[in-house]
């Protein structure tokens, strides 16, 4: 069964509050979280669970297509402030059950912040769903 989680970062309340913006951490605690991650990826290759993983800029960087099947789409500029979350990366993985699924969420979602300390980032985790059979 494949699962997507997706990390989500809550602005400001949650993660900056505790460990503020990525770009006040010490080279050393920014070094140790993309350490975490790319050891936390390889584990997951290694075992046959990963089937993608990327971290996406943030909202600042993002556009929302609108199309209506007639003349140009309507593109929108972030960033959205009616949102206080936004998608931070997400991990497809491929493993036999939902309770897989959810330990991958929480090893992520424990990934060390500021000083070592755990952030506690959200994972949503949500099973991919598949198309129904194109000949029925």
Known sequence: MKYMLMMSHSV??????????????????IKAHFRFMG???QELTDAGELVDAQGLLGPDHA???RAHGQGAPVVSDGPFPESKEFLAGYWVVDVDSR????????????APGRDGVALGIPVEVRQVGEAPDADV
């Open 39 to 41: 050891e936390f990826n």
């Open 99 to 110: 309770e897989r699924a959810v330990e991958i969420a929480a090893r992520v979602s424990a």
């Open 63 to 65: 556009v929302i297509v």
């Open 12 to 29: 400001p309340e949650d993660i900056d509050q505790k460990h503020g913006e990525m770009s006040t951490w010490s080279q050393d605690d």
